[in-house]
């Protein structure tokens, strides 16, 4: 397979253009994520009053249940995004059966896989500071070592080299074999990082900042307002990223599929 390469400059303008039409036409799905994503925030402050006043045997359950199904409520935007984005697709489920259905649940077990795979050197490479160098030992930014660093790196280049997955799942084509994707993003593991830096990072950086500065506000109806506009970058944000994931694969899968046939 040609190495192909993503263009940036393009693919940040293609993400933000038409982007407000874009949200119109998935109808109920930006709402209702923006709905999930403020359900989630309160959440935790409901359950930890609820274990001051009252604590039974199964209520680690009804929490771990409630979760779940937060979880499973945000599945529709990648998949409906993803398909609208790519395909020109316009949701045509309901909510409740999005959640469950089986690109849905695929898109799930795409998630959790990139995140195991995010995860294991940022975590493994925790279990190797006795035997590293000391220079590697050396703190930035509070207590980030150069070891976190280079952990953190290496998660992020495996999430873009694997990124390509989650729209295949929402597409239904998952029945290629993964190593594909990780083929198709070859050599384009920055550009795909920096797009998605250009486009959504703003957003997220936004999100994290207003998040952090919200944490010792006591006074309700200025809580639950900074929640809902959290929530709504967080829809946002999450368009963006969906996009130019998706773009990405228009560019690296569709069109490099296209010129194979071609030249068959």
């Not at 999005?98 to 050197?121: D, K, T």
């Amino acid at each position: 397979m040609a190495v192909q390469k993503v263009p940036v400059r393009e693919t940040v303008e293609a993400t933000y253009r038409g982007l407000w039409t874009f949200a119109g036409r998935l109808g109920w799905v930006p709402w209702l994520t923006a709905l999930v994503f403020f359900m989630e925030a309160e959440m935790g402050r409901v359950f930890v009053a609820i274990y001051d006043l009252i604590t039974f045997d199964g209520l680690s359950l009804l929490i771990f249940l409630a979760y779940l199904v937060l979880m499973l409520a945000n599945l529709p935007i990648f998949v409906t995004a993803h398909r609208l984005a790519i395909a020109d697709e316009e949701p045509d489920r309901s909510f409740f059966r999005e959640m469950i259905s089986r690109r849905s649940l695929e898109v799930l077990g795409c998630g959790i896989f990139i995140f195991f795979v995010m995860a294991a050197p940022i975590f493994g490479f925790s279990f190797i500071h006795p035997v590293v160098p000391s220079f590697m030992e050396i703190e930035f930014f509070g207590d980030i070592s150069l070891m976190d660093i280079a952990g953190i790196s290496l998660g992020v280049f495996l999430v873009v080299r694997f990124a390509l997955i989650v729209p295949a799942a929402a597409l239904g084509k998952m029945d290629t074999n993964i190593k594909y994707y990780w083929r198709c993003t070859r050599g384009n593991a920055g550009r795909i990082f920096g797009v998605w830096a250009l486009a959504a990072g703003p957003l997220w950086i936004l999100e994290i900042t207003a998040s952090t500065a919200i944490v010792d506000v006591e006074f309700l109806p200025v809580r639950l307002f900074c929640d809902a506009a959290i929530a709504g970058i967080s829809v946002l944000s999450t368009l963006l990223s969906v996009r130019v994931v998706s773009f990405v694969y228009i560019h690296l899968v569709r069109h490099s599929a296209e010129a194979e046939s071609m030249q068959a």
